[in-house]
């Protein structure tokens, strides 16, 4: 079926280095995508989004691409830093028609080593 | 202005017991979204409510579970005569709309079955 996977379970990144985060979905019809982050016993927290309709997208210290041609999500986030450790999940929507559930992938956990 | 509420933030029940899992929306949300989460994996869609009705419930087991958003008041989902499989964090997000919007995340009950 359709699912929103990941490639590393586990990035282990050192404080002030780049990191890059990676997704890759199958549902072509998707049309909408959010990156998420979780710490620890919180809920998700959102960081950035994208629509089908854009390639690439900048926050502050994050950055999204999208891929559609092989569909592929990443996420970078500049000068990491400790506090951005945590559990990081993309998630899709298909804005089309009346759903608009999210389907998210099984995550990766940042750690950013001192 | 207050974020998406859930209550209780942790809630015990035994084999049998029915668990009741409230959530509040952000203030002038009306879509609420109910997800579970096992252990070191990705958030599962269960279903997606307005006020009064039920849009999509289609990542809700058949049984035992239900979901309500009623014109006044908070959010339910209610699962009854619980198993030990039921435990994990549900989380409640909130939309002011459908399409390209981000949802918001509440900060989850977890549910131990014993």
Known sequence: GENVGLHLPTLSVQEGDNSIINCA?????????????????????????????????????????????????????????????????????????????????????LQVTL | NAGVMQNPRHLVRRRGQEARLRCSPMKGHSHVYWYRQLPEEGLKFMVYLQKENIIDESGMPKERFSAEFPKEGPSILRIQQVVRGDSAAYFCASSPGTGFYEQYFGPGTRLTVT
């Open chain 1, 25 to 109: 979905y199958s549902n072509s019809a998707s049309d909408y995508f959010i990156w998420y982050k979780q710490e620890s016993g919180k809920g998700p927290q959102f960081i950035i989004d994208i629509r089908s309709n854009m390639d690439k997208r900048q926050g502050q210290r994050v950055t999204v691409l999208l891929n559609k041609t092989v569909k592929h999500l990443s996420l970078q986030i500049a000068a990491t830093q400790p506090g951005d450790s945590a559990v990081y999940f993309c998630a899709e929507n298909r804005v089309a028609g009346t759903a608009s559930k999210l389907t998210f992938g099984t995550g990766t956990r």
